[in-house]
T-cell receptor
């Protein structure tokens, strides 16, 4: 049982390059989330999704796009990476209702 | 004002003592409350959830919720060096079409031998 799987684990980009972070869960969860974590900032919500085909902006959506491809997968795209997007990115998923989120192992992204 | 606020610490507590972590939230309609522990370089892991006013105990951990004061706390009894980590408070709100989970900035806890 893999839980929430993120790829890649590490990535270095040059300013202006694009990339997609992949996330998949095998727990049959409805909701999925993308967070970024910077030193001293906790986890900040970028986008979230309640179901396939629906997405909503979180606290810090600028510079990102997302796609909920199906119930299992939720991808995060950086169209033109900037040094300010250097961060650790976490994907998470949960059931509907008052339940907790389960996290992937994170992607450490550096933009130079 | 951030939706979820925590004292960033670091909070230093002697081994065997009680560690007290606090969190306030701004959205009165928030429905679920969570405490996560995060070790350096690792993913957050859930240690406690609480949904109604009062106390909830699980081993050495007690979560306390006061919705009127919009306040959540976590007590760790008999603190151990392995409890040294960052503790994240999280608040969940359900909407008609979706739910979102917002985190505080975390409190760094250090247990000194």
């Amino acid at each position: 049982n893999a839980g929430v799987t993120q790829t890649p684990k590490f990535q270095v980009l040059k300013t202006g390059q694009s990339m997609t972070l992949q996330c998949a869960q095998d727990m049959n969860h409805n909701s999925m989330y993308w967070y970024r974590q910077d030193p001293g900032m906790g986890l900040r919500l970028i986008y979230y999704s309640a179901s396939e085909g629906t997405t909503d902006k979180g606290e810090v959506p600028n510079g990102y796009n997302v796609s909920r491809l199906n119930k299992r997968e939720f991808s995060l795209r950086l169209e033109s990476a900037a040094p300010s997007q250097t961060s650790v990115y976490f994907c998470a998923s949960s059931y509907r209702g008052n339940t907790e989120a389960f996290f992937g192992q994170g992607t450490r992204l550096t933009v130079v | 004002q951030k939706e979820v606020e925590q004292n960033s610490g670091p909070l230093s507590v002697p081994e065997g003592a009680i560690a007290s972590l606090n969190c306030t939230y701004s959205d009165r309609v928030s429905q679920s409350f969570f405490w996560y522990r995060q070790y350096s370089g690792k993913s957050p892991e859930l240690i406690m959830s609480i949904y109604s006013n009062g106390d909830k105990e699980d081993g050495r951990f007690t979560a306390q919720l006061n919705k009127a004061s919009q306040y959540v706390s976590l007590l760790i009894r008999d603190s151990q060096p392995s409890d040294s980590a960052t503790y994240l408070c999280a608040v969940r709100r359900e909407y008609s079409s979706a739910s979102k989970i917002i985190f505080g900035s975390g409190t760094r806890l250090s247990i000194r031998p």
